[in-house]
């Protein structure tokens, strides 16, 4: 199941030269999307605090399908692909609210990792229960 992870505009100061959203901005929504993703796995912010735990990106891939400009209101839906005993594989997809039209996709490989030791742990098994409820789900 897709969820909504993202809603924002695109703001004049957002775009390059050319009067396109800049590259670094995708990066950026793509990233708030990130959190709001493992929130709804159960990977929350009081997770990742009182557990001393957290989330690293080993592989991103952007894929840009359409321009987006200044005024531009935009949607990020996300859903799992995979996961593995320590890592998980996701994507995001980048809408145009008003056109309907895929702007842009990102598609992510994160690694549950622990803080203090800055090495990489398995997941619980809450979260690998709800990454797997929603992968089954869009089969």
């Not at 004049?12 to 929130?39: L, T």
């Amino acid at each position: 199941m897709k969820s909504i992870t993202y809603k924002g505009t695109v703001y004049p100061w957002q775009c390059d030269h050319v009067g396109h959203m800049n590259i670094m901005w995708y990066v950026g929504k793509f990233d708030e999307a990130n959190w709001n993703f493992f929130a709804t796995v159960g990977l929350t912010p009081t997770y990742f605090r009182e557990q001393h735990r957290g989330m690293a990106a080993v592989q991103q891939n952007i894929t840009y399908k359409r321009e987006l400009i200044a005024g531009n209101i935009v949607e990020v839906q996300s859903r799992a692909l995979e996961i593995r005993d320590k890592s998980l594989r996701f994507v995001h997809e980048m809408w145009n609210v008003e056109t309907h039209e895929l702007a842009a996709s990102c598609e992510l490989t994160a690694v549950h990792m622990d803080r203090h030791e800055r090495k990489a742990l398995p997941f619980p098994e809450a979260v690998r229960a709800a990454v797997l409820a929603e992968i089954s789900a869009m089969a």
